[in-house]
């Protein structure tokens, strides 16, 4: 069955950077775009951007454009999200999911909470 | 940059139809997605492609999408149905959710 196992909870000091791991499994890794949603307390789904494992290709949404990186390695069906200059307003429940091209998010982590704290 | 409105709120009784609402310009031109979220959980997909349901998720959920606005339609709603839901669709190569809306049954 497919799964996305995401790393656990984070605690960084404000203009630390984090990196959050999705490891995928029950499916081809290179068949799907990985995606990075967050959720801050109380508050809804907000996009960060997505990588193709097949290639490499990513897409960020313009809030985080340089502040953010994708990555994947194939060896290990894993993906990564690491965010830098942390703020106190990054704390949140970052997310992957999965997405066949511009489609569907089928499947979710379950989601790591990150809080940016002095 | 495309945006996607939905209302905040919405309270339906046991057995009622509720009506969820996302509304963006030329909306009927995309493919809509909506999520369900329950507190403390990780989002699932109850719609794609506008109104396609997944295996697994009850017939009481359909969609559709025309013009500006998508509906999420949830039929007979059940207590179990009390969640956050948020559309969802591509604009270009990015993607856009709605602001959520919380549906409360009682």
Same mark, same amino acid.
């Given at each position: 069955q497919v799964q996305l196992v995401q790393s656990g909870a984070e605690v960084k000091t404000p203009g630390a950077s984090v990196k959050v791991s999705c490891k995928a499994s029950? #499916?081809?890794? *290179?068949g799907y775009y990985i995606h990075w949603v967050r959720q801050a307390p109380g508050q809804g789904l907000e996009w960060m951007g997505w990588i193709?494992? @097949? @290639?490499?290709g990513s897409n960020y949404a313009q809030k985080f454009q340089g502040r953010v990186t994708l990555t994947g390695d194939t060896s290990i069906n894993s993906a990564y999200m690491e965010l830098r %200059?942390? %703020? $106190? +307003?990054? $704390?949140a429940v970052y997310y992957c999911a999965r997405a066949e091209g511009y489609s569907k998010f089928d499947f979710w982590g379950q989601g790591t909470l990150v809080t940016v704290s002095s | 940059s495309y945006e996607l409105t939905q209302p905040l709120s919405l309270s339906v009784s046991p057995g009622q139809t509720a009506s969820i609402t996302c509304s963006g310009d030329?909306?009927?031109h995309k493919y809509v997605c909506w999520y369900q979220q329950k507190p403390g959980q990780s989002p699932v997909m109850? *719609? #794609? =492609? +506008? @109104?396609m349901r997944p295996s697994? *998720?009850?017939?009481r959920f359909s969609g559709s999408n025309s013009g500006n606005t998508a509906t999420l339609t949830i039929s007979g709603? =059940?207590?179990? +149905?009390?969640a956050d839901y948020y559309c969802q669709a591509w604009d270009s190569s990015n993607v856009v959710f709605g602001g959520g809306t919380k549906l409360t049954v009682l």
């Open positions: 029950g #499916y081809t890794f *290179i193709s494992p @097949n @290639n490499g %200059r942390l %703020r $106190s +307003d990054d $704390s | 030329k909306l009927g109850v *719609i #794609y =492609q +506008d @109104n697994g *998720i009850p017939e709603t =059940q207590a179990m +149905d009390e």
